[in-house]
């Protein structure tokens, strides 16, 4: 597909960048799940804080935009909603803070979103972080759209759904460093309460195979915004096309790296070799 050229030397401004959103398809009343690479963008005229609102106000009236803000047990072991960091990137970090933003309570995998159904992320606490149920999760069947804001489909979390769904055998047997031990949500009254760990997600770096599906399906989009390349598909797809290559083959979204901390005790665990 031909990408334009653009003008490394433009300044995006959140007008620009939400009618870029707008020309992609995204509309009034739709659920949008972001994930966002800030330095992608190229200059944005008013920061982070430009994006976040250009999101908002593409979906904007009724509609709801989500996004990870997770954080990492083992420098947030006591997890403080409203001011635990989110650790995966500057827009979401802008976006927890914003008034009106809701954030789950999932100690590891929480989910901001504000709009229409922030009442998606009620209960997270009680369950995996990208299980059947999780914020996530309830977006997507009730028909959200991803976009994949200047970052590749390893980043989408929501292809984890898939492995819950199907309880494939390594789920809850292999985590990274820090997400087996039970954690500690502070409640607003200042007691702790303890999250203890259900079937943490691991290893995103072999989710390409699910993108080329995707494509296969013709189910993706690749749309420009700002100076980015974005990716742009339903989350129900995603889920769907994930689910369906696992069931083919139980280590479909393995990596192939030797010291890859998980894929490779996944892989003994399913008795494959690579």
Request: charge should be negative; glycine fraction near 8%; aromatic fraction near 4%.
């Amino acid at each position: 597909m031909h990408t334009p050229s653009i003008n490394v030397n433009v300044t995006n401004t959140s007008d620009s960048i939400r009618r870029d959103l707008q020309n992609a398809g995204i509309a009034a009343g739709d659920a949008l799940i972001v994930h966002s690479s800030m330095k992608s963008l190229g200059p944005v005229e008013g920061g982070p804080e430009a994006v976040v609102s250009a999101l908002i106000d593409a979906v904007s009236p009724g509609g709801t935009v989500l996004m990870p803000v997770f954080s990492q047990p083992q420098q947030d072991p006591i997890f403080d909603p409203p001011n635990t960091p989110s650790h995966v990137g500057l827009i979401t970090e802008t976006f927890r803070r914003r008034d009106g933003v809701r954030r789950s309570l999932h100690p590891t995998h929480s989910v901001a979103a504000i709009g229409q159904h922030a009442e998606w992320l009620d209960g997270h606490e009680s369950i995996s972080g990208l299980s059947a149920g999780s914020p996530l999760h309830r977006a997507a069947e009730a028909g959200a759209k991803i976009l994949m804001l200047g970052c590749p489909i390893t980043s989408c979390s929501a292809v984890h759904i898939a492995e819950a769904i199907l309880h494939v055998p390594y789920l809850g047997k292999v985590w990274y460093d820090g997400y087996g031990q039970t954690l500690h949500l502070r409640r607003p009254d200042g007691t702790l309460q303890p999250i203890p760990p259900i079937d943490p997600p691991t290893c995103s770096d072999g989710f390409a195979v699910v993108e080329r599906e995707l494509d296969r399906r013709g189910q993706i989009e690749r749309v420009r915004v700002a100076q980015a390349t974005c990716l742009l598909f339903r989350a129900a797809d995603v889920i769907d096309a994930a689910v369906q290559l696992l069931k083919h083959d139980a280590a479909a979204l393995l990596c192939d790296h030797p010291r890859c901390p998980v894929c490779p005790r996944a892989r003994h665990l399913l008795g494959v070799a690579k």
